[in-house]
Antibody
Framework: QVQLKESGPGLVQPSETLSLTCTVS????????VSWVRQPSGKGPEWMGR???????AYNSALKSRLSISRDTSKNQVFLKMNSLQTDDTGTYYC????????????????WGQGVMVTVSS | DIVLTQSPALAVSLEQRATISCKTS??????????MHWYQQKPGQQPKLLIY???NLASGIPARFSGSGSGTDFTLTIDPVEADDIATYYC?????????FGAGTKLELK
């Protein structure tokens, strides 16, 4: 069955770099795209960016200067790196499978990982 | 960015109908398809897809959930509301980058 699992440090120092890994199973990264979505406590989710099935990437313009998404298809993993972290980057970070019934837009998030809580604090 | 506006909370009685609205700052339809999707999130859990493309029920979702609307006005209806439906509901658009979510509507028991 389709599964996604995020992993990474729970605590990051301000100004440091966050590195997260999303390990997927039950589908191929060369057939489906994967997004990163974060959610501050008590607030709505925020789409951060996407790794397309063909290796291309798309980023939220608000984060683009700090964010990098990459993958290792042999390990079924998608990576997120975001630098210059501040306290308002604190929240739960999810990876999602992106799906479109027609193979092209519109895309939506049909499977989500359980999320990893990241706290930015000294 | 496309802004999605939801009411913060809605109080409803069990077995009654709940209607949750989402208004967008721009049209999120394209060639007759709505790029609007709905998710349910319970405390401590990840969001769960309920409705995609405005009105299509996701796999395994009970038929008491339905979605409607077009353009800039969309509605999620739960009829009848069951105890298990107490959660926060988010709308999300995928018409334009960046994909954006509403702030959520918390469904509460009256």
């Amino acid at each position: 069955q389709v599964q996604l699992k995020e992993s990474g440090p729970g605590l990051v120092q301000p100004s440091e770099t966050l590195s997260l890994t999303c390990t997927v199973s039950g589908f191929s990264l060369t057939s489906y795209s994967v997004s990163w979505v974060r959610q501050p406590s008590g607030k709505g989710p925020e789409w951060m960016g996407r790794m397309w099935y063909d290796g291309d990437t798309a980023y939220n313009s608000a984060l683009k200067s700090r964010l990098s998404i990459s993958r290792d298809t042999s390990k079924n993993q998608v990576f997120l790196k975001m630098n210059s972290l501040q306290t308002d980057d604190t929240g739960t970070y999810y990876c999602t499978r992106d799906f479109s019934g027609m193979g092209v837009a519109p895309y939506y998030f049909d499977y989500w990982g359980q999320g990893v809580m990241v706290t930015v604090s000294s | 960015d496309i802004v999605l506006t939801q009411s913060p909370a809605l109080a409803v009685s069990l077995e009654q109908r709940a209607t949750i609205s989402c208004k967008t700052s721009q049209n999120v339809d394209n060639y007759g398809i709505s790029y609007m999707h709905w998710y349910q999130q319970k405390p401590g859990q990840q969001p769960k897809l309920l409705i995609y493309e405005g009105s299509n029920l996701a796999s395994g979702i009970p038929a008491r959930f339905s979605g409607s609307g077009s353009g800039t006005d969309f509605t999620l209806t739960i009829d009848p509301v069951e105890a298990d439906d107490i959660a926060t509901y988010y709308c999300q658009q995928s018409k334009d980058y960046p994909y954006t979510f509403g702030a959520g509507t918390k469904l509460e028991l009256k």
